[in-house]
């Protein structure tokens, strides 16, 4: 069974680092794209990073040198490695993967922004 379990959100200061964390598991990630999404309230899913099976990596504009995506292919987990935090960046912070034609989800993990 596909699973993605995401951890590592929590309160933090403008300026501030998070790191977060998805552990897949029932499938082997490093063959799959794997996506960090986040939803704000009131406001659409939006796509924040992507990291290819070739580890090529995609950044949405708004947090284009302040967030690294990667993947530890051992572990089966991927990062996202968040930097100078800002209060629009308060929002859900999702895991999201394609297997197989089908879209799988983690739970979720609220990252908040604020002093």
């Known amino acids: 069974e596909v699973q993605l379990q995401a951890s590592g959100g929590g309160l933090v200061q403008p300026g501030g680092s998070l790191r977060l964390s998805c552990a897949a598991s029932g499938f082997t990630a490093s063959s799959y794209a794997m996506s960090w999404v986040r939803q704000a309230p009131g406001k659409e899913r939006e796509l924040v990073a992507v990291v290819t099976r070739r580890n090529s990596t995609d950044y949405d504009d708004s947090v284009k040198g302040r967030f690294t995506i990667s993947r530890d292919d051992a572990k089966n987990t991927v990062y996202l490695q968040m930097t100078s935090l800002k209060p629009e960046d308060t929002a859900v912070y999702l895991c999201?993967?394609?297997?197989?034609?089908?879209?799988?989800w983690g739970q979720g993990t609220q990252v908040t922004v604020s002093s």
């Open positions: 999201n993967t394609q297997v197989r034609g089908e879209s799988y």
